[in-house]
């Protein structure tokens, strides 16, 4: 959504949606707004509470059975398994799409690892098509004055038009871009902790094969969940940086990572979207 300063200032029941890598400061804005009326919706606690909760019990499931205290549990319906996930801890979804490599050192074989990620993919677009509908909850059952959609860091990623279309028609786009220090920070971050991500497809067969040959392996089962991830990790921030340059360039605008971590309030927020507005106009 493109506006004016003054048509954003004007604007009622403000809706916006945070783009921008795991890490930029979306979810930590969020919970600050929170405070002061805003609706947090997060992506990806929809995906693993509606989209993805039945794939992620099912997985924890497939792993509990091979505990045979815990199969004889199960089988006999004298325990039960779910989701425990919250905004703020949305660790089942990550385990769930896991990592490629090894299966001994807890890796995914291809085809499985393929089959999570377009489960995921297919979850993630229902999730941001939801948006409109929740920012209409959010005022009409929460009473909420304004919205804030948690976009996850791979909604660039998704190659769908109509998705972007529909956010740009609800809400204002916030991509959030990392400094240089920032950047390496995060990548530095995902060299000491990597986490579980979402390719796309090209990408990953891609960077895949790269990653064999360098590595003289011939077979993905051969190859080290962690390594894997941490040498992946940069090439995707840098695959994904024109991606969200050019959504923002199309239906929003861009703010630093520098500048979201300055904001400490509401107001402050508001300002740096009119600030943002007023520069790209």
Known sequence: MKLSVSDFQQWEHKSVTLLGMS???KTRLSALLREAD?????????????????AILDNIKQQAMQVPFLRDLL????????N???VDHLKPVASFLGKLGNPEHGGLPLAEFKRRQRLHHQAEVAAMNDVPA????AQSIYGYKHFINDAGGSVCELDSPEVMQTLAAHTLILYIKATEDDEQALIQRAERAPKPLFYRESFLDQQLAIYLQEQGLDYVAMIEPNDFVRWIFPRLFSARIPRYDEIAADYGYTVTTEEIARVENSDDFLDLIGRAIERES
Do not use: A
């Open 84 to 86: 425990n996930i919250g």
């Open 134 to 137: 929740f920012i209409d909850k």
């Open 75 to 82: 089988r006999s319906d004298s325990i039960y398994i779910r």
């Open 23 to 25: 890490g930029v400061g």
């Open 38 to 54: 805003w609706f947090h919706y997060s992506g990806d606690y929809r995906i693993g509470t509606h989209y993805l909760d039945e």
